[in-house]
């Protein structure tokens, strides 16, 4: 199974300019002082990944670039690039860039469209819409106060087992009624 090199960032959020994260070890756990950046780390992650602004905690797509969340901006573009080696140990670069609101995203240096970004990493198994990679603050409450059926459900979506599983409810239900 291939694995997560290091993150380059570029003026995101809290890092100022050109800056590396990791390189990562196969488990890692980032710690540090309130408010010293650790769940922009999961940010940078779920940016590169493709996320909405919403989910990385700003209301603007523009307000991620270092600087924004006091209205002094440092510059008009942003960028984090996610190095990946895969199974054969050759290295992956998926980045995603700003400029304003708007976003682009590359595959090793070459820009392609949003869908065929996610379809790439859906290849490396990372499922974006699923967002089964991160959990976010606070929302290990939310896992906690669900029921069992609805925890069942979130883990069949997470799996992507939920179409099968909906196929078995009807041909049970099928079955029952006839
Ligand atoms: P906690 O332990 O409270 O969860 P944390 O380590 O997860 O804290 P983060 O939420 O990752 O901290 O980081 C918050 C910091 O990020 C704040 O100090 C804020 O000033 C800084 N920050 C957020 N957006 C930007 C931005 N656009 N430019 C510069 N700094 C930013
Ligand atoms: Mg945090």
């Known amino acids: 199974m291939g694995f997560l090199k290091q993150l ?8 100022r300019g050109k800056q590396v994260i990791g390189p990562f070890k196969r488990f890692n756990c980032i710690i540090g002082t309130n408010g010293s950046g650790k769940s922009n780390v999961m940010d ?5 990944m493709g996320e909405r602004a919403a989910t990385l905690r700003v209301k603007h797509t523009r307000d991620l670039i270092h600087g ?18 895969d ?22 240096g070459r820009q392609i469209t949003l869908a065929k970004y996610t379809e790439e990493l859906e290849k490396i198994g990372i499922v974006t819409k699923a967002r089964n990679c991160l959990v976010f603050q606070g929302a ?11 925890r069942t459900k979130m883990f069949e979506r997470i799996s992507q087992s939920l179409e099968l599983s909906n196929d078995y409810d009807r041909r049970k239900e099928a079955l029952q009624k006839a």
Do not use: Q
């Not at 400029?99 to 995203?105: M, N, Q, R, V, W």
């Open 8 to 15: 380059d960032v570029d003026n995101f959020k809290s890092w």
């Open 44 to 48: 940078a992650l779920s940016f590169v």
């Open 68 to 85: 924004a969340h006091i209205g002094r901006p440092v510059s008009t573009t942003a960028s984090v690039t996610m190095r990946y080696c």
């Open 87 to 108: 199974d054969n140990g050759e290295e992956l670069n998926f980045c995603r860039s700003i400029s304003g609101d708007s976003s682009e995203y590359r595959i090793n």
């Open 140 to 150: 290990v409450e939310s896992i906690a106060m669900k029921n069992p059926k609805e």
